[in-house]
């Protein structure tokens, strides 16, 4: 089946021109956190991870890690990667290491990002955007006839609701000149979004994304307000106070969300910077984070009913970082579900530190447990690198072995053209009228 990925981090611009990478290390090493982990976890100085070091020493670096990580998703990512775009089929380890280092190198003179995407038979790419962000790339690959894949942004307005961050008025100034509003309080705030938004809808999108490290927390409009204020004349705020401006925020930002169409996600329980120290010295996004405390079920069940009881809920997915939730949200997806629209309210696909095997099956079987698996909309590579596209095929492996698994276990029935065509609805079909058609 074709991939519609749904949710990535990878530059729309590299897309745009049509990048091509010197060799496996940029591709590989370049901004990969979950190998940098592993590589860290060998005892590699960071010189070799992040550092300057020549780009094929990283990569031995990194090779002689792999015999050690049996189990490993990134093992078997890898692996795929190494078989289905450079046609390699044994184990990269150091031996190895030079004669994959020359193979891939050889490949990548002549394939290049757009050819990567094709591999895969990626149709659709939605990349994860800011509201001050101009969209450029979107507007330049859908102006391009040549290029094959459809690329829309997705909104991921976490900087403009982290008012408890550094650099929060200074943020707001970017989306007042982004927006030709200025903002004053909360009133002239939802405006310049809401004028953003109108933007973002021109230029194809239709997904919403939110990184929220704990549970919005209930407030009324005026609590928000005041916390607002002192926000936006450079007061500390904390994470509580954050926590109630951002419940209010994201009830008008559901409302919004859901008049047009958008899907909401909303990306919970990731704890940020758990090692200050190294974050500091090398940056955000860089391995340093962790599994936050579980999603508190009232708080995120109050947001709902709110949006719900207003009219103003639409198609949503519920993701947690910690695994303890899966049940959790599993189940509470079912309360808010609507007549009109099968699987309105979603599970989303494990995510993160949960995209392992187990940790898919266990999202499979939650989602089999306590909703309809043939609604589900599949997985996502969350990812920055244009090779990720096995990790669509890593997920099918699985999905297919575990609906498999059921058909030859008796327990439900022997009709694989049924079962087949269920996993090519969870693997595309389901993705495709969920994300795309309004």
Known sequence: MPVIDYHCHIDPMEIARDRRYDNITQVWLGGDHYKWRLM?????????????APDREKFQKFAEVMHKAPGSPVYQWVHLELKNYFGYDRELNGDTAGEVWELCNEKLKTLRVRGMIDRYRV???????????SLAAHR??????????????????????????????????KLSRASGVEIRDLDSLFRALRRRMDYFDLCGCRVSDH???????????????????????????????????????????????????????????????????????????????????????????????????????????????????????????????????????QLGAAWWFNDTES?????????????????FVGMLTDSRSFLSYARHEYFRRI????????????????????????????????????????
């Open 40 to 52: 860290r976890a060998n005892g590699v100085s960071e010189e070799y991870v992040t550092g300057g």
């Open 123 to 133: 149709e659709t790419i939605i990349t994860t955007d800011d509201p001050v962000d």
């Open 140 to 173: 330049e690959i859908a102006a391009d006839p040549t290029c094959r894949v459809r690329v829309l942004p997705a909104w991921r307005p976490d900087k403009a609701m982290n008012l408890h961050k550094q650099g929060f008025p200074a943020y707001v100034e």
């Open 211 to 345: 990184g929220l490290e704990r549970t919005p927390i209930p407030a009324s409009p005026t609590e928000a307000e005041k916390i607002f204020a002192r926000a936006l004349s450079g007061a500390a705020v904390s994470q509580e106070e954050a926590s109630r401006f951002q419940y209010v925020t994201l009830c008008f930002l559901a409302g919004e969300y859901c008049r047009r169409g958008w899907v909401m996600q909303l990306h919970l329980c990731a704890a940020y910077g758990i090692n200050a120290f190294r974050q500091a010295a090398i940056g955000p996004d860089t391995g340093f984070d962790g599994i936050g405390a579980s999603v508190h079920i009232p708080h995120l069940a109050a947001f709902l009913n709110e949006t719900a009881g207003a009219g103003k809920l639409g198609k949503t997915i519920l993701y947690s970082l910690n695994p303890n939730d899966t049940e959790l949200l599993a189940v509470l997806t079912g309360a808010f579900q609507e007549a009109g629209f099968a699987g309105k309210l």
């Open 359 to 375: 940790g898919i099956r266990k999202q499979l079987t939650a989602v089999a447990n306590n909703s309809l698996l043939g609604n």
């Open 399 to 438: 999905l297919c072995d575990v609906v498999g698994g059921w058909m030859e276990g008796g327990r439900i029935a022997a009709d694989l053209e049924a079962w087949g065509n269920l996993v090519a609805d969870v693997s595309y079909g389901n993705a495709k009228r969920y994300f795309l058609e309004i």
